[in-house]
């Protein structure tokens, strides 16, 4: 089965920087899964905010994060991270890791302050 503990969530200034990791166990082969991040704003439904395909290395982005976040896979650690820059308060929201849309972290909450 798969496990996935977010981590790196918290409060920030607009214009400022979050680094948002999740870690990966369990006995499954990483690249074998696409692995991403959703978020969820308050009275809004889960969007899709970046993500990695089976056995790519090509991150996709949403529109509204594109050249603001950069997500990253480590393979061998099975981790992955979002970093997250000039954030501003339309990025508040809950994280959550993913892999295939099917295995889901806790969430971690992003909060963006003007």
């Known amino acids: 089965e798969v496990q996935l503990q977010a981590s790196g969530g918290g409060v920030v200034q607009a214009g400022g920087s979050l680094r948002l990791s999740c870690a990966a166990s369990?006995?499954?082969?990483?690249?074998?899964?696409?692995i991403g991040w959703f978020r969820q704003a308050p009275g809004k439904e889960r969007e899709g905010v970046a993500c990695?395909?089976?056995?790519?290395?090509?991150?996709h982005y949403e529109d509204s994060v594109k050249g603001r976040f950069a997500l990253s896979k480590n393979s061998a650690k099975k981790t992955v991270s979002l970093q997250m820059n000039n954030l501003g308060v339309e990025d508040t929201a809950v994280y959550y890791c993913?892999?295939?849309?099917?295995?889901w972290g806790q969430g971690t909450q992003v909060t963006v302050s003007s």
């Open positions: 369990g006995g499954f082969t990483f690249d074998d899964y696409g």
């Open positions: 993913t892999t295939d849309v099917t295995y």
């Open positions: 990695i395909g089976a056995g790519e290395n090509v991150a």
